[in-house]
């Protein structure tokens, strides 16, 4: 019996793995926040999880005194309870641990967060979902010391419905994190960046109706400027069909659509006097979609994407992507960036630079990156942590991965800047690489058929004459766009031949160089023969531009990277000291020489391309 009682205790735990669908467009409901100080407990041992048996304290039919979910209070001076969240240090949500709390800064374990909250107009008939909008790297999440369930994934929303077990007073909400890297997990265990852990982005509360509006996509068509395409999902226990509003007031535009007896309407509607939203011209839309007891509103832009031989065509007209890549770290305040101020302060400093493009790595970035990119007129490549070595042939491993692409374009799928969902960055080829992004690429295009696909290759000289780059890479004829990581002068050759070499691409497809760039330690002058100088990096940028301008199929180019960034890779005591040197920032937020002929080379030579 006792053996039965456990499966169906596991049983059920898995089930909460199957997290619930993703809440569209949180960002513009009212919610109620749970930002701001949280107990925390470090668990090193994981003893607020498991017993001294190690089985997990939520499937044992009778949790011990050691559950940290329970919240446990001593209720007699007899009892004994080992932990106290109300005792417990706090720390901010959100925001990395490793940046807040000096004996965390290397921290790689489980870390439980509690907070306390009462639910203002609490109403009875509403459904109540918690929404986390990141949480790195495995999150259990358990309210009034039921466990609602598990997200795995460091770097997407994810949401669980609350409804049965809330009151109006005296809840609380515990979260166990552990962000432990491990081989199977997407990142696997070796990246270049900080492993900052935490509830890293905002934790929000959503009363809902009791059938809401769930999801929807609204696109303009790929060929035909004059029809709007996508589709709404209702969620709830509403008995037949439902009436959907749709309404874009500037465009005069009330579309009144019914669902089908499960909640779902495709949608398609002529849109006139349409002005398409582009980097130049980042014009924006109020959408509002209701039903009879829900609305959401909606700032969507409407513009097309594709590309034609070695071309890519904004809205018809060919754009050369000047970009840059980008880490979410807001360096100044130290950790990971989060909020919409760090987003203006990143793509501001991009803006700066002369940019139309931004590549969000190596994972998807917090939501006010693309929202804030919609507003100023910014493309934006974005994409999942497949990076390097992962378990190519562990199905686990890629139900990770495409989970996380799900979730990242559930999110996004609505946001024009976004024109690029990138499967990978330089991955080592083999057969069981080339499938597995191959799938990935497939469930994507399902996805989302609207926007291009790509991943960032890697080059290499060919042997009879090195001076000649080659992309050997049968994923090339998968994606939409070759892009591809090149560090010739850095990562092998030197500076002075850079302008000997070329690369022969031989696919009629744009070409983007998503990576190239040098280190240096902002301040640091000398030769531009001294490696780590600013002098040095800005001779590789000043001969690296007229290199790569001679590719025909060049559409773009985001050099590697906007602002030096925390690795732990990067150990020279004297010019690295933990960071990754190859920004044209430094954390303290100085421009470095190259940041200038950068600027410089968007300004003037990207136009004559
Ligand atoms: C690689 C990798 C980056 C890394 C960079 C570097 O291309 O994609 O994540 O930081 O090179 O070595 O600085």
Redesign the pocket.
């Known amino acids: 019996m006792k053996q039965l009682l456990t499966l169906f205790i596991l049983l059920l735990s898995l089930a909460s793995f199957a997290n619930e669908p993703l809440l569209q467009n949180t960002y513009s409901r009212e919610g109620i926040s749970l930002n701001g100080r949280w107990n925390y407990i470090v668990d090193v041992y994981e003893s607020g999880y498991y017993n001294y048996r190690r089985e997990p304290h939520d499937q044992t039919e009778n949790p011990g005194s050691g559950a940290f979910f329970l919240n446990k209070k001593a209720k007699s001076k007899q009892e004994r309870v080992e932990y106290d969240f109300d005792y417990a240090p706090t720390m901010v949500v959100p925001g990395d641990w490793n940046s807040q709390k000096e004996n965390l800064f290397y921290y790689e374990g489980t870390l439980w967060y509690k907070k306390s909250f009462d639910i203002p107009d609490f109403d009875p008939t509403q459904r109540y979902y918690l929404h986390f909008g990141a949480v790195n790297y495995v999150a259990d999440v358990y309210v009034n010391g039921q466990k609602l369930g598990t997200h795995k994934g460091g770097f997407t929303p994810f949401n669980f419905e609350m409804t049965d077990v809330v009151q109006s007073k005296d809840n609380f909400v515990i979260v166990k994190v552990d962000n432990k890297r491990s081989a199977d997990e997407v990142p696997t265990l070796s990246?270049?960046?900080w492993n900052y852990g935490g509830i890293t982005r905002n934790v929000t509360i959503y009363a809902l109706s009791e059938t809401f509006i769930e999801d929807y996509s609204l696109q303009l068509d790929k060929e035909n400027d004059g029809l709007i395409s996508g589709y709404v999902r209702l969620n709830g226990n509403h008995k037949g069909e439902l009436e959907v509003t749709i309404r874009i007031p500037e465009l005069n535009i009330k579309e009144k659509v019914k669902t089908n007896k499960e909640g779902f309407v495709k949608v398609d509607f002529p849109v006139k006097n349409l002005q398409k939203w582009s980097d130049q011209s980042p014009i924006l839309y109020d959408v509002i979609l209701s039903t009879e007891n829900d609305k959401v509103e909606d700032r969507i832009g409407f513009r097309q994407i594709k590309t034609q031989g070695a071309d890519i065509l904004l809205n018809g007209e060919k754009v050369f992507l000047k970009g840059i890549a980008i880490h979410e770290e807001n360096v100044m305040r130290g950790g990971r960036a989060y909020s919409m101020e760090d987003a203006k302060i990143l793509l501001g400093w991009a803006k700066e630079l002369g940019c139309n493009f931004v590549r969000l790595?190596?994972y998807p970035h917090n939501e006010n990156m693309a929202r804030l990119a919609d507003e100023m007129g910014l493309l934006v490549w974005e994409e999942i942590p497949v990076?390097w070595t992962i378990e190519w042939t562990n199905e686990t491993t890629y139900q990770k991965a495409e989970k996380q692409l799900t979730e990242v374009i559930t999110r996004d799928k609505n946001r024009a800047s976004v024109i690029i969902w990138s499967m990978a960055?330089?991955t080592p080829q083999s057969e069981e690489r080339l499938t597995f992004l191959t799938r990935l690429a497939k469930s994507t295009r399902q996805l989302d058929n609207t926007r291009l696909i790509t991943a960032?290759l890697e080059d290499h000289g060919k042997k009879e004459d090195p001076n000649i780059m080659v992309v050997e890479d049968k994923f090339a004829d998968v994606v939409d766009i070759l892009s591809f990581?090149q560090?010739y002068g850095w990562?092998g050759g030197t500076v002075e031949n850079i302008k000997n070499i070329r690369w022969e691409i031989d696919k009629n497809k744009p070409v983007i160089i998503s990576?190239f760039?040098a280190?240096a330690l902002q301040g640091y002058h000398a030769d531009e023969n001294t490696i780590w100088s600013e002098e040095h990096q800005d001779l590789l940028y000043r001969e690296t531009l007229p290199t790569l301008a001679k590719i025909p199929q060049l559409s773009g180019i985001s050099p590697?990277?906007l602002v030096d960034?925390r690795?732990p890779r990067r150990m020279h005591d004297v010019y690295q000291n933990g960071w990754?040197r190859?920004g044209l920032i430094s954390e303290t937020g100085n421009r470095k020489k190259a940041f200038y002929t950068l600027q410089n080379f968007y300004k003037k030579v990207v136009d004559t391309l």
């Open positions: 990246t270049d960046w790595a190596h990076y960055n330089e960032a990581n560090y990562y990576e760039g280190g590697w990277i960034f690795s990754n190859k």
